[in-house]
């Protein structure tokens, strides 16, 4: 059994904000912005490919009901989805949690928020890439699906 702040920390109980059979939802206690949620699988499995469809079905049906709850209870006026799958991708639990950011225009409490500043190069340009590397590029993974 491995270590899981998710399944084994008993004030996330607290924080707990929906629950369906085979997924929950509750407040991160580390926002970005208040309002922070993190929906997860009840099941103890770390990425994405290990969830099956029925719990990739819970999860949404719970990024749903929060996403509205969040547009009337912070006026959300957008929404940051996000999940990092994997050690490398920086996940630090090892547990699944598809990360739910309600963003209103302007939102306080939050620092120069730009996904792109830590997803791509951070303090560089993102240079554009030439047609005929990115044709390349698309080959190689056309060439790799199943
Ligand atoms: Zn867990």
């Known amino acids: 059994m491995k270590n899981c702040a998710f399944c084994e920390l008993p004030e ?7 629950q369906n059979k085979l997924a929950r939802a509750f407040l991160t206690n580390k926002p970005i912005v208040p309002g922070h949620v ?8 770390t990425k994405y490919e290990d969830l099956n469809n029925k719990e990739r079905e819970a999860i949404e049906e719970l990024r749903n009901e929060i996403m509205g709850s969040l547009k009337k209870s912070f006026g959300a006026e957008g929404f940051n989805f996000s999940w990092n799958d994997g050690e490398y991708a920086g996940q630090t639990v090892a ?6 950011i309600p963003r209103t225009k302007g939102d306080t409490g ?5 996904p792109r500043q830590f997803l791509y190069r951070p303090s560089t340009e993102r240079a554009q890439a030439s047609e005929k590397e990115l044709i390349e590029i698309t080959n190689i993974i056309r060439s790799n699906l199943s």
Request: with cysteine.
């Open 12 to 18: 996330i109980k607290d924080r707990e904000i929906m």
């Open 38 to 45: 993190l929906v997860i699988p009840v099941r103890c499995v």
């Open 95 to 100: 547990h699944f949690h598809l990360h739910i």
């Open 110 to 114: 939050i620092y120069n928020y730009e």
